[in-house]
């Protein structure tokens, strides 16, 4: 018998998705029966040896898991919990696109129900999330975005510099958290940001202690057309490598181009990345704080049993 590295996982059903061509493998495991090792996981991602993905997620009760009982603590109906690993099979917090389409999972496997407008309370490392049907996918309230350096960002409009090949000299950037850290970078011109190789992580300075996904953003021109803003964005992602798409960058990128645009830049946001359009909006929710929401599609499109 040949080993592949998914032995563990031998005769286990999966489906196969994507939002805006950021691609999971998705798994049914409500009671926690699967072993998830990090070797296990990235061969199933791979592209080449398994099913291949940007991601894994598993869809498992929340009260199977420390972190999910802890969201069930805040959100009773929070019944299911994204258990979500990047391709290399490290743990993530939270994906944005990842988070519709594993709603567009638990839809389709008839293990929750949606209606048109209405909402679902999904579990998730970064906490609670809410998302909601609406006619282009779903809506996601991300809940509240934060600079990572408050200080530094006030005085200066940067807190990092990057490094990265087909840029010229390390550029000025700024950390912003949506869940996941994020670094993002603001170019001038379209030829950089299509010229971008992004076969290698970019070089963050000051690293950041757990890393960050890198973000770069080209603010179009003009950049608000009928109030709503428009940017494109490429994204390495730790942990995965450059991605067609990454929803909890997709906020981030808005949020730092809305932040050095200044006090009077909407609050409504289409972001476009090399998988489709995403979009983004800012909101005072019921708690006080500004609140980030992304919307975009998620799509099921292949079903297997691995091997």
Same mark, same amino acid.
């Given at each position: 018998m040949v080993q592949n590295g998914m032995e563990s996982l031998s005769g286990v059903a999966f489906r196969k998705g994507h939002g805006t061509g950021n691609d999971f493998v998705l798994l049914r495991d409500a009671e926690g029966a699967l072993a998830l090792d990090a070797s296990t996981v990235a061969v199933v991602c791979d592209r080449r040896r398994g099913v291949g993905g940007d991601g894994l997620i598993r869809a498992i009760k929340s009260a199977q898991l420390p972190d999910g009982r802890a969201v069930l603590d805040r959100d009773p109906s929070a019944e299911w919990f994204m258990d979500y690993r990047n391709a290399d099979g490290s743990i993530s917090?939270?994906?944005?696109?990842?988070? +519709? &389409?594993?709603?567009?999972?638990?839809? *389709?496997? $008839?293990?929750? #129900? @949606?209606?048109?407008?209405?909402?679902? /309370?999904?579990?998730?490392?970064?906490?609670?999330?809410?998302?909601? +049907? &609406?006619?282009?996918?779903?809506?996601? *309230?991300? $809940?509240?975005? #934060? @600079?990572?350096?408050?200080?530094?960002? /006030?005085?200066?409009?940067?807190?990092?510099?990057?490094?990265?090949?087909?840029?010229?000299?390390?550029?000025?950037?700024?950390?912003?958290?949506?869940?996941?850290?994020?670094?993002?970078?603001?170019?001038?011109?379209?030829?950089?940001?299509?010229?971008?190789?992004?076969?290698?992580?970019?070089?963050?300075d000051p690293a950041p202690v757990n890393g960050s996904n890198v973000e770069f953003a080209l603010p179009h021109e003009p950049l608000v057309v009928d109030g709503v803003a428009e940017i494109s964005m490429r994204v390495y992602e730790r942990g995965v490598g450059e991605t067609l798409s990454c929803g909890t960058g997709a906020c981030a990128a808005a949020a730092a181009t809305r932040y050095w645009a200044g006090p009077e830049a909407p609050d409504s946001w289409r972001v476009q990345v090399p998988g489709g359009t995403l979009g983004v909006r800012f909101f005072t929710a019921e708690d006080g704080l500004e609140h980030v929401e992304l919307s975009g599609p998620a799509v099921l499109v292949a079903s297997g049993v691995l091997g």
């Open positions: 917090q939270m994906c944005g696109n990842g988070v +519709r &389409v594993f709603v567009e999972f638990l839809l *389709d496997e $008839g293990l929750a #129900s @949606l209606e048109d407008g209405g909402t679902l /309370a999904i579990g998730t490392r970064a906490g609670v999330k809410y998302v909601q +049907r &609406v006619p282009n996918g779903y809506a996601v *309230d991300m $809940g509240p975005w #934060s @600079l990572a350096e408050p200080e530094q960002a /006030a005085t200066a409009g940067v807190d990092a510099l990057v490094k990265a090949h087909e840029l010229d000299v390390a550029r000025p950037a700024l950390s912003i958290n949506t869940g996941n850290e994020h670094t993002v970078v603001a170019l001038a011109h379209r030829a950089e940001l299509d010229e971008l190789e992004l076969f290698r992580a970019p070089v963050v």
